[in-house]
């Protein structure tokens, strides 16, 4: 079992930037890949962006080129950086882990809110 908590959610203008952190209960040496999603009010939750054990990244067009994944094993901890942030990046956002036995946990999550 690994429990997930997110921190670091608040509210910013346009352009700003939020660093968003998750950390584990568990060893993230443990754990194969650690994403964020996000969800906004009304629609489905959306994938952001992974970490792999080996390090490895992959994003979301949205969140290309804006945010960046990083993961630090000897914390147990994901973090999210976000910049130039939108209001369309308005969302719940959550952390979610595979562990290497295949089990999924999520996080409870953590409200980012833009403004214009």
């Known amino acids: 079992q690994v429990e997930l908590v997110e921190s670091g959610g608040g509210l910013v203008q346009a352009g700003g930037s939020l660093r968003l952190s998750c950390a584990a209960s568990?060893?993230?040496?443990?754990?194969?890949?650690m994403d964020w999603y996000r969800q906004a009010p009304g629609k489905q939750r959306e994938f952001v962006a992974r970490i792999s054990g080996d390090g490895s990244t992959n994003y979301a067009d949205s969140a290309k080129g804006r945010f960046t994944i990083s993961r630090d094993n000897a914390e147990n901890t994901v973090d999210l950086q976000m910049n130039s942030l939108k209001p369309e990046d308005t969302a719940v956002y959550y952390c979610?882990?595979?562990?290497?036995?295949?089990?999924?946990?999520w996080g409870q999550g953590t409200q980012v809110t833009v403004s214009s």
């Open positions: 568990r060893s993230t040496f443990r754990i194969n890949t």
């Open positions: 979610s882990a595979y562990d290497y036995g295949g089990s999924l946990y």
